[in-house]
């Protein structure tokens, strides 16, 4: 990601393909100084109407200043690696949701003023379809405020398909960069208890009772054939970090690191009921996981639903599974939002206050969709974890449009080809005196430890963090845990110390589809 919260700006003229409205790039690399160059991270393009967003905060009765900015309006532009300050297009196969597309850079650019991701039916790397996942990992981040985008989604209301998304997550996880994502994602965590620890049990594997059947409440986890509560590795760089280990830092006055991760916070995943026409998923994703993924609402004030478009919002039935705890809600779309019905933009956004006493709210056109407040997901005496606070990780941007039986029924004999999803702007706003953008802030740097650890950030083929590099291993060390002990061996796998590791990782990419590097 862009580092722009740097001591001084380095300008360097933008090229052709590179910064057009947004501004340019320093002389890393990376995006203008927020502090010496304001006007760098917003396009000329947006309204003067657009630089104030009013009715923010809780009480609707405060007025944010944008700080960040893309109008999309220059036709043509490129995403390709090197060709703009702020967007990275991906070359690779998401293999963690097992997706039909290939993600391709040629299927993202501008066109009539909006951003556009194309699917299409097109033969590529042994997959049948083509399509494009857009991210700012490395290039922009932000911490807190208020994000919206307007956006025409793809398709027909009632044919379902189109994965479509536009989500953020903590700058140590790439998205599909396995490596980078295990034992990162979706944990949001600084407490030093059992949940930083595989499956969310004690060292001996024992622990409460709630572990072992809770995640039966859920319907999600019968393809797992379990009870279980988590299968998630631990988290990886947490709070009970031995000191020395291998850590982004930074520590606690006492001593102990702070917990760090890859959270995941979604703007919306769109899906499609071929009866009751379309909807937004609208989510954070937590780990290490309450007891049956059960959301806290013992006072009625840890969560609040709105209505949108005369229909209420719900809480979403899918709680969780044994990989993810999902704060989620419903809300039903306007069918004029999709291409074949009506090419509509819509504006969708999220406003969320990091931290233990934080929140989220998801906003569509202008209405308060729903709000989690962090009491939400206080600490879970029944699963024995402490509090998950609302993501305080620098956060970046994620646009795609996916096909995936992953995220509900895939109707091919009525899905149309191409599909587009169309994003007429991005905008950022943050309070007065609570602005914080860019991927390597004091408080939760990022720079040091992606530069250390480069390869598994620009290798999709690298799948989990140990294991062996043949076989899609990272092939590093898991930092030890001193709840498993800091006098240990090292191993190159999650968990307490066992006999021979293993030779081979995990869901390893390459032995299904040949996966290239961004930089191949």
Same mark, same amino acid.
């Given at each position: 990601m862009g580092y722009p919260l740097m001591t001084r700006f380095y300008f360097t003229r933008p090229g052709n393909k590179g910064g057009f409205n947004v501004g340019g790039t320093n002389a890393s690399g990376m995006i203008p100084d927020l502090a010496s160059l304001v006007t760098g991270l917003i396009d000329v393009d947006t309204p003067q109407e657009a630089r104030i967003s009013t009715k923010r905060g809780l009480n609707d009765d405060e007025e944010w200043n944008l700080v960040f900015s893309d109008e999309f309006n220059t036709n043509g532009r490129s995403f390709y690696p090197g060709d703009d300050p702020f967007w990275e297009a991906h070359n690779l196969?998401?293999?963690?949701?097992?997706?039909?597309?290939?993600?391709?850079?040629?299927?993202?650019?501008? %066109?009539? *003023?909006?951003?556009?991701?194309?699917?299409?039916?097109?033969?590529?790397?042994?997959?049948?379809?083509?399509?494009? $996942?857009?991210?700012?990992?490395? $290039?922009?981040?932000?911490?807190?405020?208020?994000?919206?985008a307007a956006v025409v989604l793809p398709g027909d209301p009632h044919v379902s398909g189109w994965w479509p998304a536009i989500w953020t997550?903590?700058?140590?996880?790439?998205?599909?960069?396995?490596?980078?994502?295990?034992?990162?994602?979706?944990?949001?965590?600084?407490?030093?208890?059992?949940?930083?620890?595989?499956?969310?049990?004690?060292?001996?594997?024992?622990?409460?009772?709630?572990?072992?059947?809770?995640?039966?409440?859920?319907?999600?986890? %019968?393809?797992?054939?379990?009870?279980?509560?988590?299968?998630?590795?631990? $988290? %990886?760089?947490?709070?009970?970090?031995?000191? *020395?280990?291998d850590h982004p830092g930074p520590k606690k006055a006492g001593g102990d690191y702070v917990g760090r991760s890859a959270p995941e916070i979604d703007l919306f995943e769109a899906q499609v009921d071929a009866n009751t026409g379309g909807s937004l998923s609208l989510s954070g994703q937590w780990m290490p996981a309450s007891a049956g993924y059960r959301l806290k609402n013992g006072t009625g004030k840890e969560y609040d639903l709105f209505n949108i478009h005369g229909k209420d919002?719900? #809480?979403?039935?899918?709680?969780?599974?044994?990989?993810?705890?999902?704060?989620?809600?419903?809300?039903?779309?306007?069918?004029?939002?999709?291409?074949?019905?009506?090419? %509509?933009?819509?504006?969708?956004?999220?406003?969320?206050?990091?931290?233990?006493?934080?929140?989220?709210?998801?906003? #569509?056109?202008?209405?308060?969709?729903?709000?989690?407040?962090?009491?939400?997901?206080?600490?879970?005496?029944?699963?024995?974890?402490?509090?998950?606070? #609302?993501?305080?990780?620098?956060?970046?941007i994620i646009m795609n449009l996916a096909i995936s039986r992953g995220f509900g029924y895939v109707n091919w004999d009525k899905l149309t080809f191409p599909a587009h999803l169309k994003v007429d702007y991005i905008r950022l706003y943050q309070a007065p005196g609570k602005e914080n953008v860019g991927c390597d802030p004091k408080k939760f740097p990022t720079k040091d430890y992606i530069d250390r650890h480069i390869l598994a950030y620009t290798n999709p083929n690298l799948t989990v963090w140990g294991g062996y590099q043949e076989v899609g291993g990272y092939g590093q060390v898991w930092p030890k845990n001193r709840l498993y002990g800091c006098n240990e061996e090292p191993r190159n796998y999650a968990g307490p110390l066992r006999g021979g590791g293993y030779d081979e990782a995990p869901a390893s990419a390459s032995k299904n589809i040949p996966i290239e590097s961004d930089n191949n």
């Open positions: 196969w998401a293999h963690g949701t097992v997706d039909y597309e290939w993600y391709d850079p040629a299927a993202i650019t501008t %066109k009539d *003023g909006a951003l556009v991701i194309t699917a299409s039916e097109q033969a590529l790397k042994n997959l049948n379809f083509r399509s494009g $996942q857009l991210t700012s990992w490395n $290039q922009f981040c932000f911490t807190g405020g208020y994000m919206e997550m903590g700058n140590l996880g790439r998205a599909n960069y396995g490596a980078t994502t295990d034992g990162m994602w979706p944990y949001a965590y600084d407490t030093c208890d059992r949940g930083t620890l595989m499956n969310q049990t004690d060292p001996d594997g024992s622990g409460p009772r709630s572990v072992f059947v809770t995640g039966a409440e859920t319907g999600f986890n %019968k393809i797992y054939h379990t009870s279980s509560l988590s299968w998630a590795p631990g $988290q %990886k760089l947490s709070s009970c970090t031995c000191d *020395g280990e919002v719900t #809480i979403n039935s899918y709680r969780g599974n044994v990989y993810q705890m999902s704060a989620s809600a419903i809300a039903h779309t306007d069918p004029d939002t999709y291409e074949l019905t009506g090419n %509509k933009f819509a504006v969708f956004g999220i406003e969320y206050e990091p931290g233990p006493d934080g929140y989220i709210s998801w906003w #569509i056109d202008g209405n308060r969709a729903w709000t989690i407040h962090a009491a939400a997901m206080a600490p879970d005496e029944e699963a024995g974890v402490g509090p998950r606070p #609302i993501p305080e990780e620098p956060m970046y």
